[in-house]
Structures are given as C-alpha cells and as structure tokens.
C-alpha cells in the first residue's frame, strides 16, 4: 500500500501529524486506532507498534512511530515548503529546541489536566483533590510563561514571522485541556492571539475538523471501559488523598511545595560571568545531556570553551546562568550572541554547523528517521528512568542522607527493566548501532544515560548480551580515553560529599516529592 498513518485524534501527537499531512496535501491513508477501546494495545498493532503508542506511520515495509520523528520525516520525503523546517541554521535549531522542549513541558502537563479535571471524575465518579489539582495547574501556568517569555517573546510565530513544526505541535498540544473545559488562553491575549494566527495559518476548517473528537470527548460513555482501568485510577486516587494537598507528605504550617519528578539543588553560589567567547558549552559532566554534547563536541574535534555549571552547588539556578538559559538547565550553548538550550537541539545544531561525519544524523530518509525516532522517544522514558535510578539507589542516601523504601526502589528499577527490554527489541534489534550500521547521535544519547544507572551500582548489561556488546562498540567508536574522561564524575559520584545542611534543608520538601 501507500503511505499509513495510525492515528487518534483524541492524541494531541495524532492531531499535529493529521494536520501537517492534510494541509501539505500529502496522500494518506487513515487507519484509525481507537484509544477509548484500548485498539492500541490490541495484537494487530503492537505487531505495527511494539510501544503500543500513536501515531504511527508505515510506509510500505518501513514503520517510525514518535510524532516528531514522523513530521520530519513527511517533510523530507514530501519536500513540504521551507517555513515548516526551515533551513537556515539558526531557525532550524529554534524548531529543534521547541520540539525536544515540549515533551516534558508542554505534553506531559497538558495531559494531566485533561485527566484530573474529566476522565478521572468521569471513569471513577470522584473528583481528584483540590491540592493536587492546583499543583498541576500551577505547573502548567509556570511552562506557558516561560513558552513566552523564550520561545514567542515578540514574534508572529516561534520561529519568527512564519509558521513551522513547532506551532502546530504547541498548539494541538494546548488544546488537550479543552476537552475538561480548561482554556489556557485565557489569561493572555499574547497566547490567544498566537493561536488565532496558527489557526488561520492550519485553515479553521481543518483545525475544527481535526479537534471534532476531542471537544465531544466529555459525551463519551465510560461504562464500556474494562474495569481493570477503574480500578487502578481510583487506587491513584487514594494515593492522591493520602498526600499533602499540594502534593507532599509535609507537616502542618509546611508550605505547599510542588512535585517536581526531576533532582532540584538550591544552591546559593552564583554562576561565574565570563567574557564572550566564540562557541561556549555551558556544562555539568554529572548530567548525562551534557556528557553527550561533551563527548560529541570532542569526538569530532569541535573548539568550544567550557563553560562548567556545578549542579551540585545550584550554579543552573543562579540569577547569573538564567541570563543564558531563563530554563535554567544544563547543558546550554553559546555561538556568539545565539543561545541554544536542549541536548538534542544542540546535537543537531553542532552535527550542521560543523559538517561531523554522516553517520552522526545520516542523510539517508529513512536512517535519518530511526535517529529521530529515538531521539523523541528518549525523553519520558529512558531518560526519566536512569535519572530516577540513580537518585533511589545511591542520591538520596550518599547525597542526602535519606534512604528510600525498598518497595519503592523495586520498582524504579522493574521499570527501568522494562524501558531496557524495549530499547533492545525495538531500536537495538540485531544491528550494530541504534540506527544501522554506524554510530549515530541516538547511540551516544543512549549511552551517556544509561552510564547513570551503572554509577549507582545497577547490572543495567548484565544478562544482555546483546546491550553490552553495543556497549563495547559505541565505547570505542566513541574511544576509550574520551568516555572515561567524559564519565569520570558521575562514576565517582558515590564519593560525592554530603550535601551542605542549608542547601538539604531547602531541597527537601522537593526531594520528598520525588521520594514520593
């Protein structure tokens, strides 16, 4: 056949790919997989997707999931007009930010509102507690000020005064919270009058098309739900109720703190100012993005200036380093008076500017695809994974001083079993590398976060064949000498000194939630 698209358009991801496709009038035909009966976890599309996820896309014998990895790839195949992905060097970048950006702060808070605010009530006829509903709220307002203030500001568009990939991702993504009632727009005519200019740009026509399902989901009838899936909202429930109304298990006359499922240091040491210099790299080699940017920049004898951001002292959170990155997160680049934040984004911007060997990010369509693929997938699930291994295995006890459940470390680590086993059957398969023969951007990616895990102690190749000996290849294609150096912190960090009384007095409440 021609060209499939899996799709929901219940799913803000299938609601972007759906409309990117129709609008460049890119021929398709529309396999439509039902969330609301479970269609995805179905035998017949886990045989097309083993993440049991949408969209999809297959095109002839060829199958890419991950809705970034499959925009990019309609644009090259179809040659969709320049504005979408647009080629000039800088712009490019400001789209691969975004789109890296997004996964966590946009999709993922989104769709918590849809679900505690509808289908949560809706499935289990309780409403989820007024705290826990106020700290997403609270999450959600604070990413779209920072949507603002870095990726619009002044601008028709993010990229500037054309639509791109980037807008419609944003957009389909802000909708989510619609079907619950929640409009995000609000409480800004900058946010709401961004969107009125998106949706001409889409077409009105094709944009209420493309969202019918979604802003009709509250008339949906739950009753034909399997009750397994009752069953265990309303477990989550409880666990909500059993906490902290703003989401921590704190004292009485405690503020209420946010749960943040990422390690926060509040430092007061103020990151250094430096003079400008030509390309800067502003990094922490105990974060595992930041390893990868190193690693590659070295590899491939890019000149750069390090710029060292101590996590551990709360450098990233400096009133100094926001003035590079308002995000303030590491890793983050410097070329001149352009500022790049995001691992990936910076990747690809380094693999164009300085013209690195092909295999990096292959010209090949359909390599170049499976390089993207994993790239995108990356974010909420690997990632997260060896982050939250290393902090309840060895962080909070060598660190803190904390010790942490033996139930909840068990299954920090069953789930990250879990992530290994698909990272080997579906992007490891039988080949060499990630992506094919060759050593690509995914392997080096994969690799720097999987190192986290192993410093704390975990056998994450053990009983792996197969991933250890990608391990060993990625090693030396990377060469010995530089991923010892690159590694060199993080494998020491059980060594690492006790945190300093003031700074782990002001880090708790949020350690806790993460404990959580």
Same mark, same amino acid.
């Given at each position: 056949m021609g060209l499939e698209l899996y799709l929901d358009l219940l799913s803000a991801s299938c609601r972007a790919v759906y409309i990117f496709a129709k609008i460049n009038n890119i021929p398709f035909d529309f396999q439509f $997989?039902?969330?609301?009966?479970?269609?995805?976890?179905s035998k017949e599309y886990i045989s097309i997707n083993p993440l049991r996820k949408l969209p999809s896309l297959k095109d002839g014998n060829f199958v890419l999931s991950e809705c970034v990895a499959i925009l990019l790839y309609l644009c090259r195949k179809y040659s969709t007009p320049s504005h979408w992905y647009p080629p000039d060097l800088h712009l490019r970048a400001r789209v691969d930010e975004f789109m890296a950006w997004q996964h966590t702060a946009i999709q993922l808070p989104m769709s918590k509102i849809l679900w505690i605010k509808l289908l949560i009530p809706m499935i289990t006829g309780k409403e989820v507690p007024a705290g826990k509903t106020e700290e997403i709220l609270n999450e959600v307002n604070k990413n779209m000020q920072l949507f603002e203030e870095k990726f619009l500001q002044d601008k028709m568009f993010i990229t500037g005064d054309n639509i791109s990939l980037a807008d419609v991702v944003a957009l389909v993504e802000m909708m989510q919270p619609m079907a619950s009632n929640h409009n995000i727009f609000l409480n800004s005519s900058k946010l709401a009058e961004w969107r009125m200019r998106v949706e001409l740009n889409i077409g009105s026509g094709l944009f209420s098309e493309a969202h019918d399902r979604l802003v009709k989901l509250a008339e949906w009838d739950c009753s034909t739900l399997d009750p397994t899936v009752k069953e265990k909202l309303?477990?989550?429930?409880? @666990?909500? @109720?059993? %906490?902290?109304?703003?989401?921590? /298990?704190a004292p009485p006359g405690k503020p209420r703190i946010p749960v943040l499922w990422f390690a926060v240091f509040l430092g007061s040491q103020v990151w250094p100012r430096c003079p400008v210099m030509g390309l800067e790299l502003y990094l922490d080699l105990v974060s595992q993005p930041c390893r990868a940017v190193y690693i590659f920049a070295k590899k491939n004898g890019i000149p750069f200036e390090l710029r060292t951001v101590e996590l551990r002292k709360g450098q990233h959170l400096s009133d100094a380093f926001a003035q590079v990155n308002p995000v303030k997160k590491v890793p983050a680049l410097k070329d001149g008076n352009f500022v790049l934040t995001e691992s990936v984004a910076i990747l690809l911007y380094l693999t164009r500017k300085y013209k690195v060997p092909d295999h990096w990010y292959p010209q090949d369509l359909q390599a170049c695809a499976r390089v993207d693929e994993y790239l995108a997938w990356q974010h909420t699930t690997l990632r997260r994974n060896c982050l939250r291994a290393l902090w309840h295995k060895m962080m909070f006890p060598v660190f803190l001083g904390e010790s942490v459940s033996?139930?909840? %470390?068990?299954?920090? %680590?069953? #789930?990250?079993? $879990?992530?290994l086993k698909i990272l080997e059957d579906k992007f490891l398969q039988n080949k060499a590398f990630l992506s094919g023969p060759h050593i690509s951007l995914a392997d080096l990616v994969a690799i720097t976060e999987l190192m986290h895990p192993v410093s704390a102690g975990c056998q994450v190749? *053990?009983?792996?064949? @197969?991933? =250890?000996?990608?391990?060993?290849?990625? #090693? /030396?294609?990377?060469?010995?000498?530089?991923?010892? #150096? =690159?590694? *060199?912190?993080? %494998?020491?960090?059980?060594?690492?000194?006790? =945190?300093d009384p003031t700074i782990k007095q002001k880090m708790m409440p949020r350690i806790l939630a993460l404990i959580r």
């Open positions: $997989v039902d969330l609301l009966k479970g269609q995805h976890h309303c477990k989550l429930l409880q @666990k909500f @109720k059993e %906490l902290h109304p703003g989401g921590v /298990a033996p139930e909840m %470390l068990a299954a920090t %680590l069953a #789930e990250l079993d $879990v992530t190749f *053990e009983g792996r064949p @197969k991933l =250890a000996a990608w391990r060993q290849r990625v #090693e /030396a294609a990377v060469g010995e000498d530089l991923f010892q #150096e =690159a590694h *060199e912190s993080i %494998l020491k960090a059980k060594d690492f000194l006790p =945190a």
